[in-house]
């Protein structure tokens, strides 16, 4: 039965209550979305990106990988089956910070230690803020220098890796610059922003978010030779469960030694800063399209969000740890979809219809050969582009949290120390600051507010 057709003018999309969840299922609580799957087909090659994560880190094969990937896309779908109407991703800003923590470990058994550990904490310190509903408050006691000081040097240790010294600019300097370069203009120019407004063509180009600049990649990288030209293949996917689940967890590795949680502690607390502000902005984003599409409630609660992706690093440290982490947003493809959910109830029905049939899309597409083969050559290029605008975004984001010129110069130092040192070393410091300079307070007057008014 088809109960999204008998959905109020104004009310929520249909749902059968479980504890603080709401379930919906496609086809039955919302339309699917075919523009949406079908779109979702051809960007799980951002997904995908991944991989190269784990090959790097922890010498895992593609195949094994791979696995993880697909776990962790099954996972994705639980945000809006149980209520929370996102786009699920990654904590790509993040990501840099915990590769140089299980960097510090020796590689093999020590680091996939140290990546279980991680993933775990940090799964069970977001379960247990979303239950408690004090998961606002917690990031409302943390200093904005603090704050900002993270988020930058996040944004900072992402362009970091990726042109460090043996790191991915080195094997793909031309196809990098090119790509970068286009994905900034499409991504952050004015010009391509006021061109979206005047032509169709423009405009669809920017709501494929990053997919245009990968499939640009997978041709400029042979013609520069920088990755051989991709061999496509027919069938189905073979992911290698086998390897993946006997050597990467915890059923083949067994459990992290104690110390091993106790040092995690500074890198999730990081991690954690950084992804509530994804957190922020969902909301941010869906409080904008519930005031244009009056005709659906949006019900987001950052409570239950914090209890999905909770368990979602939680489950995958322990089938399928996983260097992406699992996200509250896919910050991109979220604007995307809800800028078509904007255009009425025509075009979609239903904000859950286009998140939902989207993570379907993506699902699908990791299992088609076809397209796991193109992509596979310029992985490490996707995830370089994914890195540097994160990068971008993040130091962009840092410095607004900022409240005045004492909590910059304090960020800055906390990053710098941050991508060089690691997170303890960088919490230790800006603790250390904060005190110093604003006393028990530990945070000071909005200085550039008082100046504007002193301007004005």
């Not at 299992?367 to 130091?395: D, F, K, M, N, R």
């Amino acid at each position: 039965m088809s109960l999204w057709k008998q959905r109020a003018v104004g009310a929520e999309a249909p749902y059968f209550a479980l504890g603080p969840f709401k379930v919906r299922l496609p086809f039955v609580h919302y339309r699917f979305e075919w523009p949406d799957y079908l779109q979702g087909l051809l960007m799980c090659a951002v997904d995908l990106a991944a991989i190269s994560l784990m090959t790097e880190l922890l010498g895992m094969p593609f195949e094994a990988a791979l696995a993880i990937v697909l776990i962790n896309g099954l996972f994705y779908l639980l945000h809006h089956l149980l209520g929370d109407p996102v786009v699920p991703g990654w904590i790509t800003p993040a990501i840099p910070l915990l590769m140089m923590y299980v960097e510090t470990f020796p590689e093999g058994e020590a680091r996939v230690h140290a990546l279980i550990a991680f993933q775990m904490m940090l799964g069970l310190f977001a379960m247990v803020l979303g239950a408690s509903g004090v998961a606002k408050k917690v990031v409302q006691l943390i200093p904005s220098a603090m704050k900002a000081g993270v988020i930058m040097g996040a944004g900072l240790a992402a362009v970091a890796v990726v042109f460090k010294e043996g790191g991915r600019f080195e094997t793909y300097p031309f196809t990098i610059t090119i790509a970068v370069g286009i994905a900034f203009y499409l991504i952050f120019s004015k010009h391509f922003a006021a061109l979206q407004d005047k032509h169709w063509l423009f405009a669809a180009i920017g709501k494929l978010g990053v997919f245009p600049i990968i499939v640009l990649a997978i041709v400029v990288a042979p013609l520069f030779s920088e990755a051989p030209w991709p061999e496509i293949e027919w069938g189905i996917t073979q992911p290698d469960f086998v390897t993946m689940f006997t050597e990467y967890t915890l059923f083949g590795v067994g459990m992290p030694p104690w110390m091993m949680f106790v040092t995690a502690i500074p890198t999730v607390l990081a991690a954690y800063i950084v992804l509530f502000g994804d957190v922020l902005q969902s909301k941010a984003i869906l409080d904008e399209a519930d005031e244009v599409r009056q005709d659906e409630k949006i019900d987001y609660d950052p409570n239950r969000a914090h209890m999905i992706f909770g368990a979602r690093n939680f489950g995958m440290s322990i089938i399928g740890p996983d260097v992406a982490m699992c996200g509250p947003l896919w910050a991109a493809m979220h604007v995307v979809i809800v800028e078509r959910f904007k255009k009425g109830r025509k075009a979609m029905d239903s904000i859950f219809g286009g998140a939902g049939s989207f993570r379907w899309g993506t699902n699908t597409g990791l299992l088609l050969l076809p397209v796991v083969s193109l992509v596979e050559p310029i992985l490490g290029i996707a995830l370089a582009l994914t890195l540097l605008i994160q990068g971008y975004v993040s130091v962009r984001i840092g410095i607004q949290e900022a409240r005045s010129e004492r909590d910059l110069g304090i960020a800055g130092v906390i990053a710098a120390i941050l991508v060089v040192q690691g997170a303890t070393w960088a919490f230790a410091a800006g603790v250390l600051l904060c005190f110093l300079i604003y006393g028990w307070r530990l945070a000071g007057p909005n200085e550039f507010k008082a100046k504007g008014e002193q301007d004005a």
